[in-house]
């Protein structure tokens, strides 16, 4: 399965601290995407970092990427519990088809 | 900006009838949309992509006969789950990409979801 891989798979933390979730993906990229998932709805595009960047930042959402390793973090700062949902990395690919692949995502919850 | 509204939001059937799931961009136009599964607390899975004017191209596993997928215009995808049965039951999204962005590095837009259960 191309589909990648994530961790950890849940993870909850005090509102306040960080939260760090790693990606690792199997095939050459183009780009990767992270999403986040609010329970029962569809997926919010949060950030997309290309192929030839190493890190990117998006207000409190800071996301790296080691292509060498095939793996990308997504740290999101000073959590609020609306920050409460699923998260998931997405991979397109180098193979033309231009479909994006999901990881298997983390579930975080951010306590009040 | 940039859309995708997705209907039903949820439907209950009774097992052996067919669903119709709606897909539309509101302000954009989508020559790709996807179609994808979810399992509870599970990643979603793709199950085929929607192009318009051509025949969907589906994943391997994926009945091509069951799930019939209808791009018939830019600004909709349609989903028929036929002959639904209780293993049908699922979260189905779909997703679309905007015709006018870079197709290397563009966000996918997604629909909020139908929960179907087939009983």
């Known amino acids: 399965s191309q589909q990648g891989e994530e961790d950890p798979q849940a993870l909850s933390i005090q509102e306040g601290e960080n939260a760090t979730m790693n990606c690792s993906y199997k095939?050459?990229?183009?780009?990767l995407q992270w999403y986040r998932q609010n329970s029962g709805r569809g997926l919010v595009h949060l950030i997309l970092i290309r192929s030839n960047e190493r890190e990117k930042h998006s207000g409190r959402l800071r996301v790296t990427l080691d292509t060498s390793k095939k793996s990308s973090s997504l740290l999101i700062t000073a959590s609020r519990a609306a920050d409460t949902a699923s998260y998931f990395c997405?991979?397109?690919?180098?193979?033309?088809?231009?479909?994006?692949?999901f990881g298997t995502g983390t579930r975080l919850k951010v306590l009040a | 900006g940039a859309v995708v509204s997705q209907h039903p939001s949820w439907v209950i059937c009774k097992s052996g009838t067919s669903v119709k799931i709606e897909c539309r961009s509101l302000?954009?136009?989508?020559?790709?949309m996807f179609w994808y599964r979810q399992f509870p607390k599970q990643s979603l899975m793709l199950m085929a992509t929607?192009?318009?004017?051509?025949?969907?191209?589906?994943e391997q596993g994926v009945e091509k006969d069951k799930f019939l997928i209808n791009h018939a215009s830019l600004t909709l995808s349609t989903l028929t789950v036929t002959s639904a049965h209780p293993e049908d039951s699922s979260f189905y999204i779909c997703?679309?990409?905007?015709?006018?962005?870079?197709?290397?590095?563009?966000?996918?837009?997604f629909g909020n979801g139908t929960r179907l259960t087939v009983t």
């Open positions: 302000d954009f136009q989508a020559t790709t």
């Open positions: 997405a991979t397109d690919g180098t193979s033309g088809t231009y479909k994006y692949i």
């Open positions: 997703s679309a990409r905007d015709r006018k962005r870079d197709i290397y590095n563009s966000p996918l837009h």
């Open positions: 929607s192009n318009e004017g051509s025949k969907a191209t589906y």
């Open positions: 095939t050459s990229i183009n780009n």
